[in-house]
């Protein structure tokens, strides 16, 4: 038999052997791939931020600095001084706040310090579209869970915003059950084909997202019908995640959501 065959049923205990050991360098190689995509997008956001400080706070610190120099050039007791002075001051301001606006891309402080609801809500009113958030037993969980969790929600959010405009409708679940700690979000957009979406894409981020701690994410979508995103994650240490990563094979994007989450009122 060929090193890359799989054995057959009726193969004895060595040809069953191989044939496990073949299916599991398999799923390691699907991981592999899986945590290449995650490097790549971390690379692309690291790119991305490179170009939001230097094309807004560095050109504005820069501004700042030219405006000190001429400030320095004024002669003592010169009336444009005080002007001078509070147009620094002011362009400080602007840099930073323009400095949290990219921190808060990183890592919104809100969800350091109160969590995935009170993070979420602050999404929801920045957004020109309704986004109702309603959250069932949740507690505090580390930080990556609550990070990924997050992303995925605002992703999802961007998207029904992008695609459905300002009348559309956005609501947000969040949960612990049994299962893990879950969310849902559901928007009664104009939808899409999940089996026609490029790979690569956000989505694929967001399925990324929540593999890599080991969780579920699910994609019910059609055109005309909205989009329901739900995932699950189970908070487990530090070890017991990067064990289960490495061991769990890869689910790929789906258009079926698990039966034990509840369908989004706002879905058809």
Excluded at 56 to 62: A, E, I
Excluded at 100 to 116: F, M, S, Y
Excluded at 166 to 192: C, K, Y
Aim: glycine share 10%; net charge negative.
């Amino acid at each position: 038999m060929r090193p890359n065959e799989i054995a057959p049923a009726h193969a004895g205990p060595p040809a069953r052997e191989n044939g496990n050991r073949v299916r599991a360098g398999q799923g390691v190689l699907a991981e592999v791939a899986d945590l290449a995509r995650v490097v790549e997008a971390v690379d692309k956001q690291r790119e991305s931020l490179e170009r939001d400080i230097h094309d807004g706070v560095q050109q504005r610190l820069v501004s700042v600095r030219i405006q000190l120099e001429l400030a320095a050039d004024l002669p003592t007791g010169d009336d444009r001084l005080p002007g001078a002075l509070a147009d620094i001051g002011h362009g400080l301001e602007d840099a930073m706040d323009e400095l949290r606006e990219v921190a808060h891309g990183i890592h919104p402080q809100v969800l350091t310090d109160h969590g995935l609801v009170a993070a979420l809500n602050h999404v929801a009113r920045a957004t020109a579209a309704p986004v109702a958030v309603v959250a069932s037993g949740l507690g505090r969980y580390p930080a990556e869970l609550e990070l990924a969790i997050y992303y995925c929600c605002r992703e999802a959010i961007q998207n029904a915003s992008k695609h459905g405009g300002p009348s559309v409708r956005i609501s947000i679940s969040l949960h612990q059950d049994a299962h893990g700690v879950g969310f849902e979000v559901s928007d009664d957009g104009p939808g899409f084909d999940v089996a026609n979406v490029a790979s690569g894409g956000g989505l694929q981020h967001m399925h990324d997202r929540i593999a890599l701690l080991g969780g579920r994410l699910s994609i019910d979508s059609r055109p005309g019908a909205g989009t329901v995103v739900a995932g699950v994650i189970h908070p487990v240490s530090g070890a017991s995640r990067s064990l289960l990563w490495l061991t769990k094979p890869r689910a790929p994007l789906e258009s079926t959501r698990p039966s034990h989450w509840p369908r989004s009122r706002w879905s058809r």
